[in-house]
């Protein structure tokens, strides 16, 4: 049986059918709500194998909950994940937003599944992901082109970037294209963690000042707290004259103050009690913000 539940894909339950307005944006609240539901799948897709990619979810949930919540509009947009291990995300999103249905997320990791830790050519939801990293925007960039030469002026393309990947050479080939084309339809939503596998960015090879290196390839640029969707969804919307980056500035520990204080930021260690911990913090958190009081 395919992962993808067909249906739920089609209608999207916060599938939207027009390009985003001020007036079609989910509520600050409900995309609270959302970010929070994913950090809360995203605990439980990890807690089976004991460790995973957690803390790339934990940086990005406001970012996947304000593209799959507010923006993407599936069979119509596209959405690259450049670095594959944050498929978490897309997937955590997705489930939220009825693009896959609960069995199949609950088959993340494990051996056969579709949905593997690290995206792959076979993976579902984003349309595109790849694990050598750098290459997303390249994609993206592609796909941005095509569909202005085959008339799609409406289709959108949305790419996730990592920080890490800025320090590779074939993101500025792609920022260089998508500028002298201006590609208007496409938005990178960059998650500056300041995170990647050898330790803090800025300590392996400074990227600042960042803004300025999108702007001076013909980009817009908007540096915003990552953490912040009713902003993030603010910033997705509306029209652009060239192609735009969304600067997120998140932290891989955010919204899960169970977390030790020790807990490495790109592959955490989650053993079952710190798991049923994470998992009633989170719990918590989200009745409470269905309720209407987060
Ligand atoms: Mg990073």
Redesign the pocket.
């Known amino acids: 049986m395919s992962p993808i539940s067909q249906p739920a894909r089609a209608q999207g339950r916060i599938g939207i059918a027009t390009l985003p307005t001020e007036a079609t944006i989910p509520s600050a609240t409900e995309l609270r709500r959302l970010a929070t539901a994913i950090r809360l799948r995203a605990v439980a897709m990890v807690a089976p194998h004991g460790l995973g990619y957690l803390g790339q979810a934990l940086s990005a949930a406001e970012q996947y909950a304000a593209v799959y919540g507010a923006a993407y509009r599936p069979g119509t947009d596209r959405v690259v994940c450049s670095p594959g291990h944050y498929v978490i995300a897309a997937y955590a999103a997705a489930a939220e937003t009825g693009l896959i249905d609960d069995a199949a997320l609950a088959s993340y990791g494990q051996n056969g599944s579709a949905l593997e830790a690290i995206g792959t050519e076979r993976s579902p939801v984003p349309e595109y992901t790849c694990g050598s990293l750098g290459q997303g925007l390249s994609a993206a960039a592609g796909f941005a082109l095509g569909d202005r030469l085959a008339g799609r002026d409406g289709t959108r393309t949305f790419a996730f970037l990592?920080?890490?990947e800025l320090q590779e050479g074939q993101v500025w080939e792609a920022a260089m294209f998508a500028g002298h084309h201006r590609l208007a339809r496409l938005t990178v939503l960059l998650?500056a963690?300041?995170?990647?596998v050898d330790g803090p960015?800025d300590s392996v090879t400074t990227i600042e000042p960042v803004a300025a290196k999108w702007q001076a390839f013909g980009w817009d640029a908007a540096d915003l707290d990552g953490h912040d969707a009713a902003a993030i969804a603010a910033a997705l919307a509306g029209p652009a004259d060239h192609p735009r980056v969304l600067i997120c500035r998140t932290s891989t520990r955010h919204g899960l103050a169970s977390l030790p204080a020790d807990a490495d930021g790109h592959f955490i260690k989650l053993p079952p009690d710190l798991a049923a911990m994470a998992a009633a913090e989170l719990s918590i958190r989200l009745a409470a913000e269905a309720a209407g009081d987060g």
Request: hydrophobic share 10%.
């Open positions: 990592s920080d890490g998650d963690n300041n995170s990647q960015v």
